[in-house]
């Protein structure tokens, strides 16, 4: 069974690509996806003063009833928190503010004057309150809930598996570097190039892997990247520091039985660092880390070549 050429449009601050398998789903899937996406915006973002996260935040130190899409959105951080030990936690929301993450990358200047930093650990999920059956949460005051980190491999499980079912097609999606394949892949499975950025051009430095369901996440402190008076500044937060990941990866792929399991994994591996690859290994995971001078190390029976 054949699958369509790809469709891309801009979504969540970065690209989304839909591809089916037979191409006839196509248009009755990108009508899933587009309405999955828009209603995670309008949901989880922290740059929208419409979002129901903004508002969350707003009103830290009560209780604030949710929808069931931020309901389920805020549980998946909670839990990639605890299986990663902290590693990937929401609540560092402040902590990107200080290194100047404070709107939608698309608009953020690349360079600019040095920042006076206030270094602020995250505060942690274990005073976060979750509600589950009056479904809301409370949030301690002075603390900022950040869904950057499990979101976009939420939105992109959630459209896969919402098109797949409607369509009874194949169906991969894409946000950046978060891929979620579900229902019958093509006969050789779905083609995927793993590069540090989704938006390089044809022939960047990379790897072709090809997988057949589940996820398949890249993460790379090279993408949604800046600079403060000379430092170089990126959008992932070591929670227990509150600086950007600092270690000897500059991007990481895993495959997983989701894409939230897959981002998990990848933005873990960069908090970790020299840990990564052992941690990894000990998770089962197939996965792929690149060094900051372009060696590639592999981990968890990730293919080689």
């Known amino acids: 069974m054949k699958a369509t050429s790809p469709v891309t449009f801009p979504a969540l601050g970065t690209t989304a690509t839909l591809v089916t398998s037979p191409p006839s789903a196509g248009p009755a899937a990108l009508e899933v996806l587009k309405a999955e996406l828009a209603a995670i915006d309008v949901t989880c973002s922290r740059f929208r003063t419409d979002a129901e996260l903004v508002a969350v935040n707003r009103q830290a130190g009560r209780w604030t009833t949710l929808s069931p899409l931020l309901f389920a959105a805020i549980d998946v951080a909670l839990q990639v928190c605890h299986q990663t030990d902290g590693a ?10 200080l290194v ?47 869904l950057g980190a499990t979101a976009k491999a939420f939105a992109a499980d959630l459209a896969a598996r919402q098109a797949a079912t409607r369509t009874g097609a194949g169906v991969l999606v894409g946000l950046g570097g978060d891929l979620s394949a579900y229902g019958q892949a093509p006969e050789a499975g779905w083609a995927v190039r793993v590069t540090d950025d989704h938006r390089g051009p044809e022939g960047s430095p990379g790897q072709d892997v090809w997988i057949n369901s589940g996820g398949l996440a ?41 894409c939230v399991d897959a981002n998990a994994a990848t933005t873990a591996a960069l908090v970790l660092g020299w840990r990564a690859a052992g941690w990894l290994e000990a998770q089962g995971l197939p996965a792929r880390l690149v060094g900051h001078d372009g060696s590639v190390v592999t981990a968890g029976g990730w293919p080689t070549g």
């Open 218 to 258: 890249t993460s790379s402190t090279t993408v949604r990247a800046w600079r403060r008076g000379g430092e170089a500044l990126h959008h992932i937060i070591d929670p227990s520091t509150g600086r950007c990941a600092q270690g000897p990866w500059r991007t990481v792929s895993v495959a997983a039985a989701s």
């Open 100 to 146: 100047g993450y404070v709107r939608d990358f698309r608009r953020l200047d690349p360079d600019g004057p040095a920042l006076q930093v206030e270094l602020r650990p995250a505060p942690g999920v274990e005073r976060v309150e979750l509600d589950r059956t009056r479904r809301r949460v409370r949030i301690p005051e002075g603390t900022e809930l950040d």
């Open 88 to 97: 990937v936690d929401p609540t560092v929301g402040r902590s990107l503010q």
